[in-house]
């Protein structure tokens, strides 16, 4: 079906958006919108002519100001495709493309549309998505508190007692995110049961059950643990090429970075405190015993977050 489709390159910003349709390999329409609704309807006027029909739309993953409109398009039939940037950048580098714009990016990203095919999005439920903006907005919060506690450090101390105010209001809004958090999760039975259970792995809490579930979304989309782990940046990446390139091995970061926080701190003390885990220390120690040991402990964290991360897929 999606042979059939016409592409559809959307380069999105806070603002803004420009479109690029590819209507054959030497034929391409343009046109900018604003990012909002009005702009939403005119694409949909826009794209309303003889000829085009549904459209495969792809836009790259920058922050969360593509949502709305890739939500509005496959609410309105057309499929869409949000892809990772650095899959775009070497799109374009192997098209030795040289020049750098709005316009010209929409074609880039279009062109990669029609050449790959990405695979389409599906968005997540409207419980997930809500979920995701507690979680990400409390992780905020906590993240401007932790600056603000700091360069109080450092503060003259006649001006503490004037920066001071600050920090119950965020306190304050930080302890209602988290009060508002557990009332979703209560209120929707699907995400109270999946929280019970992978609060039943050893190092998981509640904190991070839910912030597994907002960046996870639908654990359907995930055929097995070893795909989950690729997209979460905790799969290894080999980096070996003949004899004289013998790199280490390490975790390949592509993918969620918020995934990955939320499941460091519990992957330690999964590989501290599970009885399962430790068989891998064991084995771990003899096989780094005598190395340096900044290398060893990163490696051996690495690798208790590479195998206590399948746990999570295989528990939901």
């Known amino acids: 079906m999606s042979e059939a489709l016409l592409p559809l390159g959307i380069d999105i910003s806070k603002t803004d958006f420009h479109v690029a349709l590819l209507k054959s390999a030497k034929r391409s329409k343009y046109e900018h919108f604003s990012n909002d609704t009005e702009g939403f309807r005119q694409l949909s006027q826009w794209l309303d002519q003889p000829g085009v029909g549904p459209v495969h739309a792809c836009l790259e993953a920058t922050s969360i100001y593509g949502h709305a409109l890739a939500l509005y398009l496959h609410q309105q039939g057309h499929q869409v495709s949000i892809v990772n940037p650095l899959r775009v950048k070497g799109y374009s580098k192997s098209q030795l493309s040289r020049t750098k714009s709005d316009r010209a990016d929409a074609k880039l990203i279009a062109q990669f549309c029609r050449d790959l095919k990405p695979a389409p999005w599906q968005p997540s439920a409207v419980e997930v998505s809500q979920l995701q903006g507690y ?24 001006l503490r007692s004037r920066y001071r105010r600050p920090y119950p209001v965020s306190a304050g ?9 557990r009332e979703h999760i209560q209120a929707h039975e699907s995400l109270q049961s999946q929280q019970a259970l992978l609060t039943s792995i050893v190092g998981v809490g509640e904190s991070t059950a839910a912030r597994v579930l907002a960046e996870i979304g639908s654990i359907e989309h995930f055929t097995s643990a070893r795909q989950l782990a690729a ?21 390949c970061k592509i993918g969620n970075r918020r995934l990955r926080k939320a499941l460091y701190f519990p992957a330690l003390t999964w590989w ?7 068989a891998f220390w064991r084995t771990a120690l003899s096989r780094w015993q005598g190395q340096d040991a900044g290398h060893w402990c990163f490696d051996a964290q690495a690798h208790a977050r590479h195998l206590w991360h399948p746990q999570v897929g295989k528990t939901l």
Do not use: I, Y
């Open 135 to 158: 979680t990400r907005r409390l992780d905020a919060l906590e993240h401007m508190l932790t600056e603000e506690k700091n360069r109080l450090q450092v503060t003259p101390p006649r």
């Open 173 to 181: 809004a930080g302890g209602n995110g988290k009060k508002r958090l």
């Open 231 to 251: 997209f979460a940046g905790l799969t290894p990446q080999e980096h070996t090429s003949g004899t004289s390139v013998q790199g280490k091995t390490r975790l």
């Open 272 to 278: 501290r405190r599970c009885p399962q885990a430790r």
